[in-house]
């Protein structure tokens, strides 16, 4: 099975920063695009950022400029730093794993997986 961990969540003063991690576990032979999402009460689930295998990053403009997606395809693991933090960017933050070949139950299959996703509140 393939599952994704996410960490690094918390509280924090607005101005502040934090830096998630999301770590793939499993037999694992790739995985295209990782990425961020997040939903705050009341609202949809947006996202925040993703990168490709080959590096190719993308924001939604609300955190653009503020936040920096970075992976190491060596660990299956995607990173969000995340600086100058506002009030409005509390949310549980999740982790999407797209386009992933993995052994799974003796086969090799190529699915999309999420986070159980981490919770980062911001105080004004």
């Known amino acids: 099975q393939v599952q994704l961990v996410e960490s690094g969540g918390g509280l924090v003063q607005a101005g502040g920063s934090l830096r998630l991690s999301c770590a793939a576990s499993g037999r694992i032979f790739s995985i295209n695009t990782m990425g961020w999402y997040r939903q705050a009460p009341g609202k949809q689930r947006e996202l925040v950022a993703r990168?490709?295998?080959?590096?190719?990053?993308s924001y939604a403009d609300s955190v653009m400029g503020r936040f920096t997606i970075s992976r190491d395809n060596a660990k299956n693991t995607v990173y969000l730093q995340m600086n100058s933090l506002k009030p409005e960017d509390t949310a549980v933050y999740c982790c999407n794993a797209e386009g992933v070949w993995a052994e799974v139950d003796g086969t090799a299959r190529y699915q999309h997986y999420w986070g159980q996703g981490t919770q980062v509140t911001v105080s004004s």
């Open positions: 990168i490709t295998s080959g590096g190719t990053t």
